[in-house]
């Protein structure tokens, strides 16, 4: 994936919002095999364990049984077709996850030889506040950047203003206590 690139950038800006978030004694279920961004994760003294490869839309199997207290996501969430269900799934107390926006003057990402290196969602901000709202998530900070692309273009150009990047921190909701006349509604009083 990184044979001719390397987001120098992009890697930048999550460390920087990773360790304003989270410190290194915290565990960390990075969702996704072993990359270089885990390992940018490790050299800089977090404990990190990677998903094995399974397809996080139907096994979530890690992401229910991990110990960690921290599930980082980077660039996973666009990849799959259901994304709200291993959100939900997600044992850890925090999450840390990243996204490409989407970009209306540019169509979704798609390899041409790698059939998991594709995007079938590419969000706009608020989607992805909904999805992690609805998944049981609590926002508490954000944060977007842009990638400039050194080419000459009307593209390259607006790629030079135009966030490309969200990142979000993000804490399980505490559920509200259930009274003894839950599921009762007004009729039934």
Sequence with gaps: MYERTFPNKRFKHTLAFLQKHISTDETI??????NPFSKIMKENGYTVENTKGEDLDLDFTTAQTTNTKVTTAFEIFEHLLAPLNILREIKSEKLVASIPLKLWFSPAYRSKTDPWDRHYHEFEDWQFDWLLEKAGWEIKDRAKWTNP???IGLRPLLRSFIP??????????ISPQTDSNEGNGPDKI
């Design 29 to 34: 279920l990075d969702l996704g095999v072993e």
């Design 149 to 151: 692309v050194k080419k």
């Design 164 to 173: 490309r990047y969200y990142i979000v921190y993000a804490e399980r909701k």
